[in-house]
């Protein structure tokens, strides 16, 4: 502290004359002998400091963010002269209350004179080249001294003891505020809040002006009501004066809490983002890295590669238009029931399977049965046909769903079939016929296949269909 | 498709990917003439002005703004010039906005290179292609509106709904049916077939069907 001019040193002093008259404690006696001094050498004390800051404990008395609540003067006095800041705050208060508030500018002058721990220069020497800080101080302690002044017009006891007192306290606030380094900025927003709004302005200089002399008028003829009513008989006369109050709290720190209001959601939206980018990569990593790798594993084998490469496009598919995961669930909709079958079919039998869907509704035990023998289909035409590719074309009407399985393979007689070969017979004709559906086999040896399923919609199913259909 | 008997159409590949382009060079190369190559909408509309080609392959997704910009730029000054849309994401946003925009036909990037030069042949003279996607796209945005309710109609209200022929037809090239099976199928000639689906296209630009806007933006290709 030694080097850094009378505004440091005054702040030791400053800090001193809080503590003396304090109630006994367990440190007073190591205390009281500067206490003392201060105490009584008020009127002088620029003159002193020198000579007790000797008596320190070699460190000089720094402001301690790490263990703060307000602005570390507590903790920092604490370990200067070896008290716990717990007891150098509790004679805080008690000074305060029996200072009638006197601590709090103290306090504060202390917050901008004192340096903080590991820190060159104290707030002070930031905030005097701070003019519009200043012009704000002495605007806000003019505005304070106005109300006060109003009040004491209106012979306000409460407010005539502890209000003036508070004067320097909030220019001194003020220029904290504005020059207090951002870190310890952060955790001062608890604190100062509400005077942000004025001191860290975002609006023009002057939307600030008209809205604080509005406020300040608000304010003035609110309390004046509020303060007079007492005489009053009629009952309208406070709620007046709250309503002005109300109306000027609103106007002065109504931008302030917009503000707080807006930076959540930014803040809100860009963890959103951000979790949205962590989600892509793990997504693209769990499955197009890894599919990627099982490529390269199997370079010698055009079939797998192909089967891998087609489940992953699909995959990548589902996720990036339907925005949906491709999971294992079953299935509610039409058409998510004919995906799980292009989907099992592909893996199964390494086959790609095409699918277009047309119109969609909910599943019921018609449809169930409709898909199951959909499915038996397209697995017969995996299986035998021989086919590159098998198309999957399911398209629900109002009257009716339908299921074309079709393949370009070699392709059979139908005639020829045995009657009791099972996946047609049983499968596919019995299932349907059961449901009330139909199946058309179209096929000649030689030019592939072509199953037609055609389930008529109950009236519940077709009922729901209007909502349903996207 | 006999592309023999005609003269090679000429082809510019508008695509961001380099890759991309040199492997459909290297595969339609034959079929085809490629004429020129761009990578971004600035450059293709330079490059197609000057060139004037038969068809444009055009990736729907470019990095200067859609397919669409493209297509808008071109169609101001050469209108005979014919766009085949190509697409891998099948956003069904970007695929009605380049046909809206005037594109003949839309096919995925997956598609089979004796498919990818047939398709261009056709879109060269004047027919439409749809991939199977894009025809149950149709189906779908065209599908009878039971209640009605969001339907607004065109001017014409014949663009706003598709004969059952149409749809018959659709729905083959749903199924991967080609133009030559559906006229077999249903005792058709070919000719008949691209007239059906050159209509189905004008519908798809033309119409002011509310719900074919709606349902791209709501509903995602396959």
Known sequence: ?470 | MSTEARTLPRVVLVDDHGLFRSGVRAEIGRQVEVVGEADDVGPAIDVIGRLVPDVVLLDVHLPGGGGQAVIAAVKRDHPEVRFLALSASDAPEDVIAVIRAGARGYVTKTISTSDLADAIQRVADGDAVFSHRLAGFVLDAFAASPSGQDVKPSFDPELDQLTSREREVLRLIAQGYTYKEIARELYISVKTVESHVSSVLRKLQLSSRHQLTRWAAERRLT
């Open chain 1, 1 to 470: 502290m030694a080097g850094k001019g009378p505004a440091g040193d005054d702040s030791c002093v400053q800090q001193e004359p809080s503590q003396p008259p304090g109630p006994p404690f367990r440190v007073r006696d190591r205390h009281a002998w500067h206490g003392e001094r201060d105490w009584q050498g008020r009127p002088d004390w620029r003159g002193r400091p020198r000579r007790w800051r000797r008596r320190g404990n070699g460190e000089p008395l720094r402001r301690d963010p790490e263990d703060r609540l307000a602005g570390g003067v507590a903790a920092g006095v604490g370990a200067w002269r070896g008290f716990s800041p717990t007891t150098v705050r509790i004679v805080f208060v008690v000074v305060a209350l029996i200072s009638q508030g006197w601590t709090i500018p103290v306090y504060l002058a202390c917050w901008l004179l004192i340096p903080a721990k590991g820190a060159q220069a104290n707030i002070w020497s930031r905030a005097r080249h701070d003019s519009r800080g200043i012009a704000l101080a002495v605007a806000l302690g003019t505005v304070l001294l106005v109300l006060l002044g109003l009040a004491s017009v209106l012979n306000a006891g409460l407010i005539n003891t502890y209000g003036w007192q508070q004067v320097p306290s909030v220019a001194f606030l003020v220029l904290i505020w504005r020059n207090a380094p951002d870190s310890e900025q952060e955790a001062m927003r608890h604190l100062v809040e509400p005077l942000e709004s004025l001191g860290g302005g975002q609006g023009t200089r002057r939307g600030l002006g008209i809205r604080l002399a509005v406020a300040v008028a608000l304010l003035a003829a609110g309390f004046g009501w509020l303060l007079t009513s007492h005489e009053s008989i009629a009952l309208l006369r406070p709620l007046a004066g709250l309503i002005l109050v109300t109306a000027g709290i609103v106007v002065l720190l109504g931008p302030w809490w917009l503000r707080i209001a807006r930076d959540l959601v930014l803040e809100r939206q860009a963890r959103a983002r951000a979790e949205e980018r962590a989600d892509i990569s793990s997504r693209v990593h769990d499955s197009v890295l890894q599919t990627l790798a099982l490529i390269q594993r199997h370079a010698d084998d055009p079939q797998q590669i192909v089967q891998l490469a087609r489940a992953q496009e699909r995959e990548l598919r589902s996720w990036l238009f339907e925005g949906r995961t491709l999971g294992d669930g079953d299935a509610t909709t039409f058409v998510e029931g004919i995906r799980q079958i292009q989907r099992d079919v592909e893996a199964r039998h390494g086959v790609p399977v095409e699918i277009v869907t047309v119109g969609d509704c909910p599943l019921d035990d018609d449809l169930n049965a409709l898909l199951a023998a959909g499915r038996e289909a397209t697995v017969n035409a995996a299986k035998w046909s021989g086919a590159r590719v098998i198309s999957l074309y399911a398209e629900v009407e109002p009257e009716q769903v339908e299921v074309a399985v079709r393949d370009r393979g070699k392709g059979f007689d139908p005639d020829a079939v045995p009657s009791d070969r099972k996946g047609l017979a049983e499968s596919i004709h019995g299932r349907m016929t059961r449901h009330g559906g139909s199946v058309t086999v179209q096929s000649a040896v030689g030019e592939g296949a072509k199953v037609t399923l055609t389930m008529p919609r109950s009236a519940a199913s077709a009922e729901a269909k209007g909502g349903s259909r996207r």
